[in-house]
Each structure stands twice: as C-alpha cells, then as structure tokens.
C-alpha cells in the first residue's frame, strides 16, 4: 500500500514575517508593532509556526527570545520570501513598496552614495531608498541581521555570512593644515612616528586601513585625538592640530580648497578597496539588484 506525502501547506507569510520581526526584535511585543499587529497575534502566529514547522525557533532567554540552530536555518529564507511577496504586491500597490535599505560607511556614505542614489532615483522615480550610516563594523553587523539590504564597506574586514563585491579603489592620504610644521616638504619616517594624530574611532574601515599602512612602518602613532566622523577630523586638522590619514574621496574637497595639504613623506603609497557586502542566504529583489547592478556599472565608467 503506498503512502501519500501530505504536501498542504501549512506555514503561511503572515508567520514568516512575525517570525523574522521577532528574530530582529527579540520579542513578540517588539516585533508586533514592526509588522503593525498585536501582541497576541504575534504570539500566536509564531507559536502556530513552530506547531507546524514541528519544532522551537528560540530559546527563551529570561523575556528574550534568541534565535536557536533551527531558528536562524529558517531566518534567510523567510526574509527573502516575506521580500518576495511585498514586491508582488507592489505591482499592484505602489504606495506598499518599501524602501531599499543602503547601509554604508563613513566615507563611502558621505562622500560618493548621496550623488549615487540621487542619480538612480532620476533614472528609476518610483525607486524608495534609506541610507544609514556607521562605520564598516556597524554595517556589517546590519547586513549580518537583516536590519540593512545591501551595505558598503572599506577594508578588510567581513563576515561568513556575507558575499563581498569589490567595487571601488581607494588612496589612503596623510594630511595636515598648510601652516603645519611638517607640510610643504619631504618628511622622514622618524617625524612621522614623532608627530601627534588625529584618527578615526577603532572599527572603522578608515582606521583600520591606516594601521595596516602605517603601523609596520612607524611603530605605535601618538594619537591625540580620535573622532567618529571624517567632517571632524578634517576641521579639526584645518585648525593646525594634528596630522591624519584619510581617504582621498573624504579630503578632495579640503585639497581643493587650500584648507589641507598632502603631505610629502617617504612611505610607499597604500590604497584599500572598498566593496559592496549582501546576506550569502538571501536572493536580491528587484530594488536591491537594480542598485547593485547600477553601482557596478558605475564602478566600470569610474
């Protein structure tokens, strides 16, 4: 006697979007006002999902709920195909579409995605975009939790999780006020490692890049002040203070105008990539690839 398969479906998008807001969250509460329901209907999709699903999605943790090993097998595929559904139903609805999420460093977000995604926005109007801003370990750390689309980051650091895209090259600069004692001529290695800095914060692409320059060749830098934002750094060091390591995109502007200089020092000169990251479990949308195939087209004419 053969045995028939019940194929039924019995998981419905509705679970699947209270179980990722919940993954996000870390509760029902929380995740209830994400996808505009109550708590007790996230309550009871979630435990109707893990009824037909046949086992616990979490581990209760005191009032949080932590994904477990089946949880997080289930994350991926349930933010894709929630994903999935909201673009159907944007054909239809417009005023449904939810916005692309663009996570990015400083540098990259300040400096080359606002003009980026303007020019995208003219190409495509009905396209609905949200750029967020950290530096490369916080986007990372977006992309890793479902709480960004696509990011962009500098240097070297990434995640298993994530597929990296290299997009753009990048020069690593030192620089300082013209009326800097070490600007207007050669320095030697030795003043360098002397000379007072002002960074950006530990976990940034832009200092992480300046340690792999600069490090080997200078001994620990005498760093006077760190700041977590290239606009900072960059009036800090008009004012005369300190010497830093920038990226040639921050800083084209400051050479432009004559309010910094580039310092001539006998270093071989250090350049870093910077790369598009997205979740390696979760297929593109139609937004996301659009932009992303529109990066790297950019990247080519660059």
Known sequence: MSTKIDQRLRVTLRQLEVFAATAREGSTRAAAGRVARSQSAASAALADLEAAL??????????????????????????????????????????????????????????????????????????????????????????????????????????????????LTDEMLLVAAPTHALAGRQVGVRELADAAWVLREEGSGTREATEHWLLKRLGALNVELELGSSHAIKRVLASGVGIGCMSRYAVSDALQDGSLVELKARLPREFRQLSIVFHRERRPGLAMQGFLDYCLKMAGRH
Do not use: C
């Open 54 to 167: 046949g086992t616990q999605l979490f581990d209760r943790i005191g009032r949080r709920l932590v994904l477990n090993e089946d949880g997080r097998a289930l994350l991926a595929k349930s933010v894709s195909l929630v994903e999935q559904a909201a673009e159907l139903q944007a054909m239809f609805f417009s005023e449904h579409r939810a916005p692309l999420r663009i996570a990015a460093s400083f540098t990259t977000g300040e400096y080359l995605l606002p003009a980026l995604v303007l020019k995208w926005k003219q190409d495509m109007p009905d396209a609905r975009a949200r750029l967020i801003i950290g530096n490369t370990t916080d986007v990372i750390a977006a992309v890793v939790g479902f709480d960004a689309d696509i990011g962009f980051i500098e240097g070297r650091q990434t995640h298993p999780d994530l597929t990296v895209r290299q997009w």
